[in-house]
C-alpha cells in the first residue's frame, strides 16, 4: 500500500542553519505531495504542496521539489529560525481515493 | 481557521468502557478524516468519510467504528476503549480534488484509557 518515510528526529540545529528533512513515498500512480506543520499543543497545519513532477512548493522560506524518478519530497529550509522549531510531517494524497496518508514526523529544534 | 471542532478536547476513561468522540464542521467538507497520533508512528489513519454514510478503513481500524449520518459530523467509537487505544485523536476534513486540495485539521481530543 501507500507510505511515506521520513528521517528520524530530532533534528536539532542553530538559528540560522540550513535545513534538510528527507521525505520519500511509495504509491501507485502519482500521488500529490504535502509538508504540514504541528507546533506545540495544536492540529496540523499545511505548510507546503506539489500535486505533480517538479512541481516546487515554497512558503515562508521552506521548500520542497516533487521527484517522481527517485519518489521524493524533501523539506529544505536555507535559514532557520527559533520559531520554525516544531514537528514537520510529510504526507501523500492519493488521486484516485483522497486518501491522506502521513510520515511518522521529524521533530525540529532550533537554538538561539 | 476552517471550522473545525473536535470534543471533547479531553477524556479519560476505564478499560472495556465504550467511548464516542465528535469532530464538526461548519465548512460543508465532503471527506472527514480521523487519525490517531502516537510517538514513533506519527499520524495513523483510523476511518475516512467520503460522504454521508460512505466510509472506509484505514491502517489502524481495528477496535474503532465511525459512523456519518450528515455532512457536518463525523463520530469515532471505541466499542470496548483498551489502553493501547490511549492516544491523541485528530479530525481532519477536506474537499476531494483528484488528491490536490488541502486538509484542515482539528485541535486533537487527548484520550486516556486506564
Known amino acids: 500500500g501507500d507510505s511515506v518515510t521520513q528521517m528520524e528526529g530530532p533534528v536539532t540545529l542553530s538559528e540560522e542553519a540550513f535545513l534538510t528533512i528527507n521525505c520519500t513515498y511509495t504509491?501507485?500512480?502519482?500521488?500529490?505531495l504535502f509538508w504540514y506543520v504541528q507546533y506545540p499543543g495544536e492540529g496540523l497545519q499545511l505548510l507546503l504542496k506539489?500535486?505533480?513532477?517538479?512541481d516546487k512548493g515554497s512558503n515562508k522560506g521552506f521548500e520542497a521539489t516533487y521527484r517522481k524518478e527517485t519518489t521524493s519530497f524533501h523539506l529544505e529550509k536555507g535559514s532557520v529560525q527559533v520559531s520554525d522549531s516544531a514537528v514537520y510531517f510529510c504526507?501523500?494524497?492519493?488521486?484516485?481515493?483522497?486518501?491522506?496518508?502521513f510520515g511518522t514526523g521529524t521533530r525540529l529544534q532550533v537554538f538561539p | 481557521d476552517a471550522g473545525i471542532t473536535q470534543s471533547p478536547r479531553h477524556k479519560v476513561t476505564e478499560t472495556g468502557t465504550p467511548v464516542t468522540l465528535r469532530c464538526h464542521q461548519t465548512e460543508n467538507h465532503r471527506y472527514m478524516y480521523w487519525y490517531r497520533q502516537d510517538p514513533g508512528h506519527g499520524l495513523r489513519l483510523i476511518h475516512y468519510?467520503?460522504?454521508?454514510?460512505?466510509?472506509d478503513k484505514g491502517e489502524v481500524s481495528d477496535g474503532y467504528s465511525v459512523s456519518r449520518s450528515k455532512t457536518e459530523d463525523f463520530l469515532l467509537t471505541l466499542e470496548s476503549a483498551t489502553s493501547s487505544q490511549t492516544s491523541v485523536y485528530f479530525c481532519a476534513i477536506s474537499e476531494p480534488g483528484q488528491g490536490s486540495t488541502e486538509a484542515f485539521f482539528g485541535q486533537g481530543t487527548r484520550l486516556t484509557v486506564v
Open positions: 504526507a501523500l494524497r492519493h488521486k484516485n481515493t483522497d486518501k491522506l496518508i
Open positions: 504509491a501507485t500512480g502519482y500521488p500529490s
Open positions: 468519510s467520503y460522504g454521508v454514510k460512505d466510509t
Open positions: 506539489a500535486t505533480k513532477a517538479d
